[in-house]
């Protein structure tokens, strides 16, 4: 599985980007995980197929939002009223265990999110 982040950019404080994540076949669940240096890869909000149960952070929540293009194999990340603490790398993730209970974890290569004040 390939997943490619697009969207990521700079922007001013109280600004709004959106991040896109194209996979290049149909994964159940895809999350949004987030780096700033020096600090450890969060995750910031997922989202499954077709039931489209969600989760989000709370540090974010209220202000980010998650959802999918299932036709185009699309997740989206909305971010608005962005502070300079969201600045980071936003990574794309899918992750599973088969009936052979062997782990699938794939990454896209991440997009710089920067907010200034």
């Known amino acids: 599985v390939r997943l490619v982040e697009t969207g990521g950019g700079s922007v001013q404080e109280g600004g709004s980007l959106r991040l896109a994540c194209v996979a290049s076949e149909v994964v159940y669940e895809i999350n949004w995980y987030r780096q700033a240096p020096g600090k450890e890869r969060d995750l910031v909000a997922s989202?499954?197929?077709?039931?489209?149960?969600?989760f989000v952070a709370s540090d974010v929540k209220g202000r980010f939002t998650i959802s999918r293009d299932d036709a185009k194999n699309t997740v989206y990340l909305q971010m608005n009223n962005l502070k300079p603490a969201d600045t980071a790398t936003y990574y794309c993730n899918t992750n599973w265990e088969d009936s052979w209970e062997i782990e699938h974890d794939y990454w896209g290569k991440g997009t710089q999110v920067t907010v200034s004040s």
């Open positions: 989202i499954t197929r077709s039931s489209g149960s969600e």
